[in-house]
């Protein structure tokens, strides 16, 4: 019987990861269950602070080139946004290389107000070759058409909450985005 509980004993003192010599009176698996608690704490906030770091908000990152209202621009139903976007994929967490074409909008229900003056925003940044930040990252963002494609079908906008935002990159806030809006730059060029 003494075996075994010698047994069981030393079992659960490896558990705790216990360093001193169990002869020599000092005790230092508090110590130990200490360091090994602030690791792991040290651990676990390093991967939230990258997980943070590597997800923003916004859905479409864009150069606008021009936009139209369908069927008129006092009341606008539709809209075409002509131009260069990178979109966010959500699963992968990046966004798509920069696609050339066009988005093509519904007015959503219940927030025509918001769509229309966020559209304007858009059509106030189009030509001036300044990136733009809008939509939300986990929404229905639509589908880049080719020049191509006649508009047909088109995509609810998505209320984000974001808004339109002219991109300023600060340092430290959002690395990806100069990267982005330097691939959306150079994609404009190629045509």
């Not at 010599?21 to 939230?48: E, I, Q, Y």
């Amino acid at each position: 019987m003494e075996e075994i509980q010698t047994g069981v004993r030393l079992k659960v003192e490896s558990t705790f990861l216990r360093t001193s010599d169990p002869n020599s009176g000092k005790d230092d698996s508090m110590k130990t269950a200490r360091l090994t608690l602030t690791v792991l704490l040290g651990v676990m906030l390093t991967f939230t602070a990258a997980t943070l770091s590597a997800s923003d908000p916004i859905g479409i990152y864009a150069l606008v080139d021009k936009v139209i209202f369908e069927p008129s621009e006092g009341a606008p139903q539709r809209v075409q946004i002509w131009g260069t976007f990178a979109l966010a994929d959500v699963v992968s967490r990046v966004y798509t290389k920069p696609q050339r074409g066009y988005l093509y909008y519904a007015v959503p229900v219940g927030k025509e107000e918001i769509a229309r003056k966020e559209w304007a925003d858009l059509k106030s940044v189009a030509g001036t070759g300044t990136a733009v930040a809008f939509g939300a990252r986990h929404s229905m963002l639509g589908k880049v058409r080719p020049d191509s494609e006649k508009p047909g079908s088109p995509d609810v906008y998505n209320i984000g909450g974001t808004g339109v935002s002219r991109i300023n990159p600060v340092p430290g806030y959002q690395d990806n985005m100069n990267e982005i809006v330097a691939q959306l730059k150079a994609a404009m060029k190629k045509t």
